[in-house]
């Protein structure tokens, strides 16, 4: 099992950045590849990026595709998502979780980390 932390979110202006974390314990860190989600008031939660277990091998969601990046560091067990160029619309709770694809593979949602844009 992993249990996940999502920490670094924030209240910033539209066209700023923000760092997101997810710490994860748990032996098996290094076997999933891991994804962040979304879910803005009103919305169904929605994924936002994905890496594959090495590092490698990432996918975006179009809303976000050229001003977020996502990264881990398997020795610190975490992953990150660098967000840029915000806009009002990525105002959300952010989660992280182990992925198949573009869906959560097990577990419970963590707490999640608001993130709020302003205009």
């Known amino acids: 099992q992993v249990q996940l932390v999502e920490s670094g979110g924030g209240l910033v202006q539209a066209g700023g950045s923000l760092r997101l974390s997810c710490a994860a314990s748990?032996?098996?860190?290094?076997?999933?590849?891991m994804g962040w989600f979304r879910q803005a008031p009103g919305k169904e939660r929605e994924f936002v990026a994905r890496i594959g277990w090495s590092g490698g091998n990432t996918y975006y969601a179009d809303s976000v595709k050229g001003r977020f990046t996502i990264s881990r560091d398997n020795a610190k067990n975490t992953v990150y998502l660098q967000m840029n160029s915000l806009k009002p619309e990525d105002t959300a709770v952010y989660y992280c979780a182990p992925v198949a694809g573009s869906q959560k593979l097990f577990g419970s949602w963590g707490q999640g980390t608001q993130v709020t844009v302003s205009s």
């Open positions: 748990g032996r098996t860190f290094l076997s999933y590849s």
